[in-house]
């Protein structure tokens, strides 16, 4: 079996993407999805938050989320304790879920995966991308947020030129049904792909 990584930069589409990957019955792991859930799950974590970030990690059982973002802006090494914690069981749980699946290939979405090197762990990497201002319009559609904050976030993730470069497969995500076309054309490939190697 495959592992298949899905990523993009913020509000570039991977979602999207990747629920039209399980449409075509591929499983998908939201990696960012499992990680809120263990901060939130896992005690061990949680004890280990605080240790880093002090008592205002967590508002009773909810991770600070703000006060969490206002520490690691900026302060890499923080950000990399942090992912120290959390990282190791969300690939855990990955395994775990992988080994239950029975497709050729499966598909991990993943926000961070060049930026902390662990595109090194995926037999392919597919990056989707989309114009800036298109992705800035979505997100400010999307979410309760400002252009200021979601440029903030893209200048600490790498540039689209620089993902291309390492990855198998580029979507472009303009237009909904020519993803969709982008999408099953990928599948095939990386069906035949897994089924050779
Ligand atoms: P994030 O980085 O926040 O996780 P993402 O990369 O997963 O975001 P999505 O959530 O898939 O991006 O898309 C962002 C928003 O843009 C969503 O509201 C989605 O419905 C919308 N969207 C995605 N692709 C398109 C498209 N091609 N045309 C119009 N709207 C789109």
Known sequence: MKIVGLTGGIGSGKTTVAKMFMELGVPVFFAD????????????????????FGN??????????????????NDEALLEKMNGIIHPKVVKRFQRWAAKQIMPYLISEVAILFENDSYKNYDYIITVVAKEEDRIKRLLERDDTTEEKIRAIMRNQWPDEDKIRLSDYVIVNNDLQITTEQVKRIHKKLLRRAKTS
Not at 56 to 73: G, M, Q
Request: net charge positive; charged share 35%; aromatic share 8%.
């Open 33 to 52: 999805i499992e990680a809120k859930k263990l901060m939130k799950s896992s005690k061990v974590i949680r004890r280990k938050l605080i240790q880093l």
């Open 56 to 73: 205002k990690a967590y508002i009773d059982d909810e991770l600070n989320r703000p006060f969490i973002a206002s520490k690691i802006f």
